[in-house]
């Protein structure tokens, strides 16, 4: 082990100027077989830091390396595990404990002595030694196995200098002179010794040739021991008398010192005092406006809202501790409270008024659509209603306009937020007072709105001038029928019809006025689709209008709620402490308003509700009533109420706008569905005569004219997929029934059907250019020119059926492998057969069939598609095309014959020509 001690010195510590004080053999508690050394070193250098150090032998070599290092002072237990027992277990805490077990328990018992002098040196006392025995930490005496090392004293080593240059000279010079120094130590040793003795006497004789000098020192001594006990005397003296004004200085002192905690005290009561008085003072003229002000003006406003917004920070002020036990703070606070209750009922019953006043003179100067009608007949002598009607229908829509109310009533809007932060409840009452004055105010106002709206949209076109002045008979009944049912020939000026027959009514007009287009088209220009047209424009027109008014009065009422009620922001309670009276500030009470809002936007979203809750179920009313006038007007609503609400979305998509008509948007895109359904419905359940041509199919023409409408109003428009969607359901149900048609047509052929009803279709799509239906536009003029095709080749084999039947025959021979030249030895296909089929066909022949031909063909087409020019000439073709195949069949399957057609190519065109110019 010393040989250990003396390598791991020279080789590990000494380059690193540090001592080994210990060592101990270790190895890892459960591996016995990974052997280690702990090691005790301290620094040489001042100031001298304490470490523990393990040490591996290298796996390499017969080499030591340093592995890791542990700070004494990071070193906070010794667990030597029973000190009673000689055992070689020990753990070391230092961040995470280590657990050791030694080679043997002396070298345990070292280690950890030396750990102990080191921690009594340097650390002081800082490290716990558990179940280390008493006698291994008093012992002072180290183990002779590690004396050399653990045993030596620390003050020694402590001691321990080098020696200097000028000593080692000394010593050299010492050791030249005796050159057996070093070969006879003995003799050298005995000779210093000598010396030694000496210098010692020589010492002798100094010191007793200095007694004379000693004696006097000591005389000197003597009397200065004297002057000492005089100077003390004097100075016992000087202290008696300095002790009196010591006694008055410490009664100054003491008088300075209570008189600077009184000045302190002082000084702090002053502070209070300013503090209570500066932020718990309300002048006169804020008591004054609190209890007296005039709320009606706009000085006395301004003034009752600076006084609020002072009491305000008066109650809300964070008292010191101890300022709640004042009699005068709680009298303040009693008197704070009782000026709040007092002015907030007050500015409640004042507000209430205002409410009632505001909604009575609305009430009073707003008349109604009908009133409005009545008044303007009866003011006009001579005119009969139904003419003011008429006039009247054609005046915009407006709602009135609550922008003076608003105005009148944001002059209050401050001092609603002081009520909102001291008296809930109050502001909650008002706030509920608001939403029912409003409410009923509102929704006289949206009724008549949308009655005058529905009776415009039930009302007819311009009526006629001139010749036509004696038509609008059964319209002016109509109109007779709108005023019995809005009741304008009754008393009360008020809309006594139901939504119901205003419904019916609409529809009634709807109809009868598409009864009266086949009178229309006979005397005037306008058609049946010009009236719906004009009816649709002015539906949108009015929808429009309806949604126009509706947006601008919603965005205003919400703006006002906001700005009014103070909901744009969370504003904290004021919080008071109660007064000596048990008088306490008022507290947000849960009401019936309150239970189900989390937030202010959903308090401005339940106001808007509440004001404005016949909207929703007016607008689902006139969309009904537009529905049922006409299934094309969603198309209209569809588009109009996409805009707005996109528009609404844009401004606040959180609104109570945005919200209701989106929810309105969803009822529209229901109907717009259902128009499309209906469409459908309407192509499969329809009927054919079977004994009238089919032509074209009216649910074509109506996809047309859907088509053509769609286009218009949707140009542009934010929910155009919804119609791209609506097209392809349309398109493929007109083709799926227009092939369903042409399979059950007994009186026109199947191609004839298919050919102009998807030429029609065709010539539409290319018409009105629909991005989304561009394949099923190639589709329309595939499936047109195949059908024209197949129609052209099935006519054509009647003029020259026999002829036809010959050459098919040949055809099917060559086809079941008779070679074309011999194809004439087959009996029933000789010349002589060739012959005679050809003689049956001459010129005139010929024309005569192809005269025949045109004119059936005439019966099986229709006029409005005009494909007669087009059928004819198609059949030119084909005729041109199986002559020229039949001459080449006759070239090639009956050479050298000499057999010819009786007519040429030129004459078959003098035919074609011929027969169309006569027609």
């Known amino acids: 082990m010393t040989a250990i001690k003396h390598a791991l010195q020279r080789d590990i510590f000494t380059p690193n100027d540090e001592r ?52 004494l002072r990071d070193l906070t237990q010794v667990d030597a595990k029973d000190a009673n027992k000689d055992d070689a277990d020990f753990d070391l805490h230092f961040e995470k404990v280590y657990r050791w077990v030694a080679s043997s328990p002396a070298e345990k018992n070292s280690f950890i002595s030396c750990i102990w002098k080191l921690n009594q040196r340097y650390l002081r006392k800082k490290v716990e030694f558990v179940n280390v025995s008493a006698q291994l930490l008093e012992e002072s005496a180290p183990s002779s196995e590690n004396q050399s090392v653990a045993g030596v004293d620390e003050d020694a080593l402590d001691d321990y200098q080098e020696l200097s240059t000028r000593e080692e000279q000394d010593i050299e010079a010492m050791m030249e002179q005796c050159e057996y120094a070093i070969s006879n130590a003995e003799a050298f040793a005995e000779k210093l010794s000598k010396e030694l003795g000496v210098l010692d006497g020589a010492n002798i004789q100094s010191i007793m040739a200095s007694e004379k000098q000693v004696n006097m020192l000591m005389m000197l001594l003597d009397d200065a021991l004297k002057e000492v006990d005089t100077i003390e005397g004097k100075l016992s003296s000087y202290e008696e008398m300095l002790q009196s004004v010591k006694d008055q ?132 002598p001579g005119h009969d209603q139904s003419s003011t009607l008429s006039q009247h229908t054609a005046t915009d829509l407006a709602l009135p306009k609550h922008s003076p109310l608003h105005r009148d ?83 009360s000026g008020k809309l006594t019809g139901s939504t119901s027959s205003l419904n019916k009514l609409a529809v009634q007009g709807s109809s009868s006025r598409r009864s009266q287009s086949s009178s229309l088209l006979d005397m005037g220009n306008m058609s049946a689709s010009d009236l719906d047209v004009a009816d649709r424009t002015k539906f949108d027109k009015i929808f429009e209008q309806v949604l126009s008014e509706l947006e601008p009065l919603c965005l205003a009422e919400q703006d006002f709620i906001i700005k009014f009620f103070k909901l744009q922001q969370q504003v904290p309670l004021a919080q008071a402490e109660d007064d000596s009276d048990g008088v306490t500030p008022s507290r947000p009470s849960a009401n019936e308003h309150r239970h189900s809002i989390s937030s202010e936007r959903d308090m401005v979203r339940f106001m808007m509700n509440k004001i404005f809750q016949s909207i929703e179920t007016e607008l689902n009313s006139l969309i009904a009533l537009g529905d049922k006038m006409d299934s094309f007007h969603s198309l209209y609503m569809l588009v109009k109420m996409s805009h707005h609400v996109w528009t609404a979305e844009n401004v606040d998509p959180a609104s109570y706008l945005s919200t209701t008509l989106g929810n309105v948007l969803v009822t529209v895109k229901r109907n717009f569905d259902k128009c499309i359904q209906g469409q459908i419905r309407a192509m499969e359940e329809v009927k054919i005569s079977k004994k009238s041509k089919v032509g074209i199919l009216a649910f074509v023409t109506s996809f047309e004219e859907f088509a053509e409408l769609a286009e ?27 092939e369903k048609v042409a399979n059950e047509s007994q009186k026109t052929p199947r191609d004839v059907v298919m050919m102009e009803n998807f030429h029609h279709i065709f010539s539409t799509l290319s018409r009105l250019k629909i ?68 003689k049956e066909y001459p010129g005139k022949e010929v024309k005569k069939g192809l005269d025949n031909l045109y004119k059936k063909v005439d019966k099986h087409l229709c006029e409005e598609e005009s494909l007669l020019q087009v059928v004819w000439h198609s059949m030119q073709d084909e005729f041109i095309r199986q002559y020229k195949h039949f001459e080449g069949l006759i070239g090639r399957c009956y050479p050298g014959s000499g057999i010819t057609m009786d007519f040429t190519i030129q004459d078959m065109l003098e035919y074609f020509s011929s027969i169309a110019q006569s027609h």
């Not at 090691?39 to 890791?68: I, N």
């Not at 009302?459 to 007779?480: D, I, M, S, V, Y």
């Not at 218009?712 to 029934?737: P, Q």
Request: net charge positive; aromatic share 8%.
């Open 20 to 71: 080994l004080l210990s060592i101990v053999n270790v190895c890892k508690a459960g591996k016995k077989k990974k052997n280690c050394f702990l090691c005790a070193t301290v620094t040489t250098e001042r100031p001298v830091q304490a470490k523990v150090v393990k040490v591996k032998k290298s796996d390499k070599g017969d080499f030591y390396k340093r592995q890791m290092a542990w700070e």
């Open 249 to 380: 200085m410490d009664q100054i002192s003491q008088s300075n010192r209570l008189i600077q905690i009184s000045k302190s005290n002082n000084d702090k009561l002053l502070d209070e005092i300013q503090f209570l008085v500066n932020h718990m003072d309300l002048s006169r003229g804020h008591i004054r406006a609190l209890q007296e002000g005039d709320l009606s003006s706009p000085k006395g406003i301004e003034a009752c809202i600076n006084a609020s917004e002072a009491l305000l920070q008066c109650m809300s002020v964070a008292l010191r501790p101890g300022h709640d036990k004042l009699a005068a703070v709680k009298q303040q606070q009693h008197l704070f409270c009782e000026l709040r209750d007092a002015f907030a009922r007050r500015l409640t019953n004042h507000l209430n008024n205002v409410f009632v006043h505001q909604f009575n003179h609305f009430s009073h100067f707003k008349m109604t659509i009908p009133q409005f009608y009545r008044s303007s007949c009866l003011s006009l």
């Open 409 to 491: 009533l944001l002059r209050y809007a401050k001092l609603m937020e002081w009520l909102k932060n001291t008296q809930r409840e109050k502001y909650d009452g008002l706030s509920r007072t608001y939403m029912e004055y409003m409410s009923r105010l509102y929704e006289r106002e949206i009724k008549d709105f949308f009655e005058g709206a529905k009776i415009k949209m039930a009302g007819t076109t311009k009526e006629p001038k001139g010749k036509f002045a004696t038509l609008p008979r059964k319209e002016n009944a109509l109109k007779q029928e709108v005023e019995s049912v809005a009741g304008l020939h009754g008393s």
């Open 712 to 738: 218009t109003i949707f140009r542009n428009a934010e929910r155009r997929g919804d119609l791209d969607k609506a097209y392809s359901k349309l398109i493929r149900a007109v083709f799926f029934n227009v």
């Open 771 to 838: 991005s989304c239906l561009e394949a099923e536009r190639r589709e329309a003029k595939h499936k047109y020119t195949e059908h024209l095709q197949n129609y052209v080749i099935t006519s054509l084999g009647q003029p020259l059926e026999k002829l036809n039947h010959f050459f098919e025959g040949v055809e099917g021979r060559v086809a079941q492998g008779v070679r074309e030249e011999e194809v004439s030895y087959q009996l029933a296909f000789s010349k002589q057969e060739l012959r005679k089929v050809i």
